[in-house]
């Protein structure tokens, strides 16, 4: 009798932060209002779990046959920005930003994340990691449009454990949270 068909196994980043340190107790920050995530590079809505071989043909996004992620990378990545901002000011959409902001008579600054790479990169059959870019770029609300503060693009990279979607998924997590963290730094770092 043959066998069933294997199922794919579904991935997420975990449960997010967990409460194991002493609370920052550093002043809040201000408000931020974070826009929907794009992701130009990505397919719309595909939760595949896709890979390079950049020893073969770097151009191409492989997907594993039976990986899949709980939801679209670019929603992840946002829900973990969100979490991670969110540790010191509060995080708002850019629609539910502006409807407050308008009753308070200052909207927030605007943070705008576009994802551009949410790959496993192999370098050979063996060694491979996970590699996030993404563009954020920070802009002021005026009555006259937007003013551009800043904008920067951040590249990270974590080995993969294993050569296989398990050790991707960990790396490419572990990335994304990485550049959460450089994320915050550099939005402190702009007075924001």
């Known amino acids: 009798m043959p066998s069933p068909p294997s199922r794919p196994v579904h991935y997420d980043f975990g449960p997010g932060a967990m409460a194991s340190g002493p609370a920052d107790r550093r002043a809040p920050l201000p408000p931020l209002a974070l826009a929907d995530l794009e992701a130009p590079g990505l397919v719309e809505g595909s939760t595949a779990v896709v890979y390079r071989l950049a020893y073969a043909d770097a151009r191409q996004l492989r997907p594993y046959s039976q990986a899949r992620w709980s939801q679209p990378p670019a929603q992840l990545v946002q829900q973990r920005l969100r979490d991670r901002l ?34 496993q990169v192999f370098t050979s059959a063996t ?13 002021e609300p005026a009555a006259t449009g937007e003013t551009l503060l800043g904008q920067r693009v951040f590249i990270v990279q974590r080995p993969a454990a294993s050569a296989d979607a398990a050790g991707g998924t960990r790396a490419l997590v572990e990335a ?4 959460a963290q450089e994320l915050v730094q550099w939005l402190e770092q702009l007075g924001r």
């Not at 994304?176 to 550049?179: F, I, N, P, V």
């Open 176 to 179: 994304t949270d990485q550049l």
């Open 86 to 119: 969110g540790q010191r000011r509060a995080v708002l959409t850019a629609d539910s930003g502006a409807a407050q902001a308008r009753a308070a008579g200052k909207l927030p600054t605007v943070l705008r994340v576009e994802l551009e790479e949410f790959s």
């Open 127 to 139: 060694e491979s990691a996970g590699l996030v870019r993404l563009r954020a770029t920070l802009a």
